[in-house]
């Protein structure tokens, strides 16, 4: 009579399969191997051998052109690998430099970060000062290129220009932007060639128009100054009299609109607006209903007599 297979009998083989991937694992392991590599695996492409050889890839010349520029007034931390002694915290001088150990006066200024820990560098090197030496420099205060923001700003104050060609909407965002009751025209102040600089910018046309690339470079020193609003006055007979926003090219009927519209009792007939000339005189105009507004124009609704 055949007998039947017992449990036994049917665990053996995996028993031997168990033993057989153990082996494996235990090689793999031994080459250095992970186990899921250890079974045939299609080869990697080309950019994934990049990425795991570790080259990383090019820095575009824009990124590199924005970083910091060190300046005279600036705060450097420098350090040295395994070089105690070595590590200082200084100020940049007028001249550009800063005075390090074993080395003296090392020229500093206009230079970035990574020039600068090359420049210690070679100079520990060549002197036969370190063999191998790992200088880490960090700027701790920013000093040397500061721009101003005044007026109708959130946060005025004076700011760090901590990135090489720093945009004057950069500057802006930094101050907390156009306070309430602020121009969108912002004026940047300055130094240029020698000679003074001044420039008016329209910050909604500015981004409206997509013409970034107008967007100035603000240098250490400058300063900008955003303006109150410009504004109208209405009163007489309107449902709203009083201040009111004058946006870019608006018109008499428009103004009129903002102040709520006349009341039952005002009437357009003998509509007078109240100018400031250059001479600083004020003139009394009769102007039509599509004609544009200027800042600082009161305009009076007068009372219907039928």
Do not use: C, W
Not at 231 to 254: D, H
């Amino acid at each position: 009579m055949k007998k039947l297979p017992t449990a036994m009998t049917l665990k053996r083989p995996a028993r031997r399969a168990t033993a057989a991937v153990t082996a494996i694992a235990l090689a793999a392991l031994a080459l250095g191997t992970p186990l899921a590599h250890a079974q045939a695996a299609p080869a990697a492409p080309a950019t994934t051998a990049a990425v795991v050889s570790g080259n990383a890839p090019p820095v575009p010349q824009d990124a590199r052109q924005r970083e910091y520029l060190i300046g005279a007034g600036d705060v450097l931390r420098v350090a040295v690998y395994q070089n105690p002694d070595l590590a200082i915290e200084t100020r940049v001088s007028d001249t550009g430099q800063i005075s390090f150990p074993l080395l003296g006066q090392v020229t500093v200024g206009g230079l970035t970060v990574p020039q600068v820990e090359k420049a210690l560098a070679d100079g520990l090197r060549t002197g036969n000062f370190v063999k191998q030496p790992q200088v880490t420099v960090l700027v701790t205060q920013v000093r040397g290129n500061q721009a101003s923001a005044l007026g109708m700003v959130n946060r005025p104050g004076r700011f760090p220009i901590d990135v090489s060609g720093m945009r004057l909407s950069e500057l802006l965002a930094q101050a907390g932007g156009i306070a309430p009751g602020g121009s969108d025209v912002v004026i940047l102040t300055g130094i240029r060639n020698g000679q003074p600089y001044r420039l008016q910018v329209d910050i909604a046309a500015l981004f409206a128009n997509g013409a970034q690339s107008q967007d100035p470079v603000v240098l250490n020193g400058d300063t900008i100054y955003v303006e109150r609003m410009p504004t109208v006055y209405i009163y007489g007979e309107v449902q709203r009299p009083g201040a009111i926003r004058l946006e870019n090219n608006m018109t008499l009927m428009q103004a009129l609109a903002s102040g709520g519209g006349l009341t039952q009792r005002g009437t357009t007939r003998g509509l007078r607006v109240h100018r400031r000339n250059g001479e600083g005189r004020v003139e009394e105009l009769q102007p039509g209903m599509n004609d544009a507004l200027q800042n600082g124009d009161v305009i009076y609704i007068r009372e219907s007599l039928f």
